[in-house]
């Protein structure tokens, strides 16, 4: 369960990027993020995971206190969350398998990741996830000779051999072709169903929100100004939203 209370980001410059923000997500949720561009949704998502410190509020996910946590006890937390990010953010000189394992990086001491000394059990979960998503065969690889499409896949599987309890994806498919984002919606929706694992994804193409989520979180000025099941979604909102016209939760 995440449990967000009054959560708002002012950036150095001034920026109010989140504004007393308050949601509930239960576990096993796949939830889409939307809204216009500038919107907050990016903030949101890495506040969740502190790649962005909150300003203010608290973030609750499972039994730990999110916003107050520092040092081993952030990385702790932070190897359960699975970050995906729209540029992949992979090693483009190593092989498919090291990225895949740099997964487990946070499970191992610093100098035990550096030597490349994983255990069987890491190598195992990093050849399952490279299945997963479709990437058999290609574990020796490098990634800079795959497409972009692949290379988020490879994204994906290193996600899931942190044994995450929680996914964020931040527009995965936005550098990549259209035609892809089912595939990568579609790996994400599976592992989400499978493992119960929930998923937060932060997606411009409503269409694509509607035909893979269960749930919506609109943001709008930094406010959260819709929270509901994806199937209440209708025109007359859908214009609301886009237009900025929604009172903040
Ligand atoms: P979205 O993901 O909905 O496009 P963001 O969360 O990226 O929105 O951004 C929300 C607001 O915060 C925007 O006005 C953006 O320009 C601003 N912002 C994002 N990151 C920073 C930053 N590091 N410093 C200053 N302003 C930022």
Redesign the pocket.
């Known amino acids: 369960m995440i449990e967000v209370s009054n959560l708002s980001k002012v ?3 001034g ?1 109010r ?1 989140l504004a007393g923000v308050n949601v509930t997500v239960p576990d096993g949720d796949f939830v889409a993020v939307i ?10 998502l ?1 506040c969740l995971n502190r790649l962005v410190d909150p300003s203010e509020g608290a973030i609750r996910v499972g039994d730990r206190d999110v916003a107050g946590l520092h040092g081993r006890q952030l990385q702790h937390y932070r190897r359960t969350v699975g970050f995906i990010f729209q540029q992949f953010n992979l090693v483009q000189r190593l092989s498919v398998l090291d990225n895949v394992l740099s997964g487990r990086l946070g499970y191992h001491p610093t100098w035990r990741g550096l030597l490349g000394l994983y255990t069987d059990h890491d190598r195992e979960l990093a050849l399952a996830a490279i299945r997963s998503v479709g990437l058999a065969g290609k574990e020796e690889a490098r990634v800079d000779q795959l497409s972009g499409g692949q290379q988020q896949r490879v994204a994906i599987a290193r996600a899931m051999a942190q044994e995450p309890q929680l996914i964020l994806a ?1 527009e995965p498919m936005a550098s990549l072709d259209p035609r892809l984002s089912d595939v990568i919606l579609g790996i994400l929706r599976d592992y989400n169903e499978a493992k119960g694992v929930t998923v937060l994804v ?1 997606i411009h193409v409503l269409d694509l929100a509607k035909r893979y989520a269960k749930r919506v979180l609109a ?1 709008n000025k ?1 406010a959260l100004v819709f929270d509901g099941p994806v199937t209440s979604l209708d025109d007359e909102l859908e214009t609301r939203i886009y237009a900025g016209s929604l009172e903040a939760l």
């Open positions: 950036f150095p410059d920026t990027a809204g216009l561009s500038g919107a907050g949704k990016s903030t949101f890495r931040d932060n943001f930094g």
